[in-house]
């Protein structure tokens, strides 16, 4: 495992700007999310609540999403901003969304009131299931492996 570089805070500062367009007028749990691709460029998201919540999206996978769909193939770190004290860590399947494109980067977890937790991924879902696993299935099953 590396050393955490320090605190990104443009990545920070992305996630807390996109905290403010979450849409959450049923648990009024607002989150907000940024993450760097390879590239450099910085993609935010926010959670997206609708009626039936087992639709809603969550915005860590927003955020990862727009970067995926913008063309990043690989993403180097992710910041995620809530309310909570300490600041909340994100749901499975997010940790699952991520180490697909995220490997083991690092991601910082913050709070309103500045309060910033760093971490690795592989903290946060040690043992992840990543395409790594996959492709010599892949290979095995039609001679070749996806992009």
């Known amino acids: 495992m590396s ?17 403010d367009a979450a849409w959450a007028p049923y648990s ?7 993450v760097r691709g390879e590239s450099g ?4 998201g ?11 999206c969550c915005a860590e996978r927003v955020a990862v999403f727009k970067a995926i769909s913008e063309g990043e193939r690989a993403l180097t770190g992710a910041a995620i901003a ?15 969304v991520m180490a697909e494109f ?3 980067m690092p991601v910082w977890l913050v709070n ?12 946060l879902l040690p043992g992840a299931f990543t395409r790594e696993r ?10 070749k492996t996806p992009e």
């Open 3 to 19: 050393v955490l570089p320090p605190t990104d805070e443009a990545l920070v500062a992305a996630s807390l700007a996109a905290r």
């Open 28 to 34: 009024g749990y607002r989150v907000g999310a940024a």
């Open 41 to 44: 460029r910085i993609y935010g």
């Open 46 to 56: 926010c959670n997206v609540e609708i009626a039936s919540f087992s639709h809603t």
């Open 82 to 96: 809530t309310q909570d004290d300490p600041p909340a860590t994100p749901c499975g399947a997010c940790r699952q």
């Open 102 to 104: 995220g490997g083991d």
């Open 112 to 123: 309103l009131d500045g309060a910033v937790v760093a971490t690795r991924l592989s903290t």
């Open 134 to 143: 996959l492709l010599p299935h892949l290979r095995r099953v039609h001679g």
